[in-house]
């Protein structure tokens, strides 16, 4: 009997411990140095969270000056994040996509005006009908000049808005690669009821109020 009490006890312990523990690895990812990515090709790379991954991938890869946009996984505490694992909401990762783009054509600071243009900036934990920490906006910075971009265009919306803006701030760390069957989503399933009910909207919303000299 004794040893059971014990058994029980150092479980709770080690649970305690555990949560304790996620609690400061998060707010370790919140307040780390971040990691910046170098260019590759003449090509840069750039992170962003805004609810659906599907959605984002699209509006993405309609900018002039953008290679390639992919889903993924980002701002949280776990390693090896996985779609299912991530929707239980306890990984602190959201959907985010890592945008390849060439700075010689588009730059950091337009990339960010697509990110706010393609939202609602007000919604807080999630996207339209997409709901959860999973889905909430972050939008992840490499170095103090692209941080200061992000603030600034923060503050300008909030004061045109006369509201919070829900996006969250992160420096960032890591991309993790979504499932194989996430990337191009709209691409291949375009008759989807979800890609043709919010995706396709949210991106024709995003076109009508983008300048379109930007847009391919």
């Known amino acids: 009997m004794k040893q059971l009490v014990a058994i029980v006890f150092?479980?709770?312990?080690?649970?305690?411990?555990?949560?304790?523990?996620?609690?400061?690895?998060?707010?370790?990812?919140?307040?780390?140095?971040?990691?910046e990515v170098p260019l590759k090709n003449g090509m840069a790379k750039a992170y962003f969270a805004s609810g659906c991954f599907w959605c984002v991938e699209t509006?993405?890869?309609?900018?002039?000056?953008?290679?390639?946009?992919?889903s993924g996984y980002a701002g949280?505490?776990?390693?090896?994040?996985?779609?299912?694992?991530?929707n239980t909401g306890t990984t602190g990762h959201a959907e985010a996509v890592e945008v390849i783009y060439n700075p010689k054509?588009?730059?950091f600071e337009s990339l960010v005006d697509v990110y706010f243009a393609s939202q609602d900036v007000t919604q807080v934990n999630g996207q339209g009908p997409d709901k959860?920490?999973?889905?909430?906006?972050?939008i992840f910075y490499q170095?103090?000049?692209?941080k200061q971009i992000i603030l600034n265009k923060k503050e300008a919306l909030a004061k045109k808005f006369d509201a919070k803006i829900a996006a969250e701030v992160y420096p960032f760390q890591k991309f993790w690669l979504a499932e194989d069957y996430h990337q191009d989503y709209?691409?291949?399933?375009?008759?989807?009821s979800y890609i043709q009910n919010v995706s396709v909207p949210r991106?024709?919303?995003?076109?009508?109020?983008?300048?379109?000299?930007?847009?391919?």
């Open 105 to 107: 054509i588009v730059t």
């Open 186 to 192: 709209k691409k291949h399933h375009p008759n989807n």
């Open 10 to 35: 150092f479980t709770l312990i080690c649970s305690c411990q555990n949560t304790a523990q996620s609690q400061k690895t998060q707010e370790d990812v919140i307040n780390a140095k971040p990691v």
């Open 59 to 70: 509006i993405y890869e309609s900018v002039k000056g953008v290679k390639e946009s992919i």
């Open 132 to 138: 959860g920490s999973q889905y909430r906006s972050i």
């Open 76 to 86: 949280g505490h776990t390693k090896n994040p996985t779609y299912a694992a991530s």
């Open 143 to 146: 170095n103090d000049a692209q």
């Open 203 to 216: 991106f024709n919303r995003f076109k009508a109020n983008f300048p379109s000299e930007l847009l391919k």
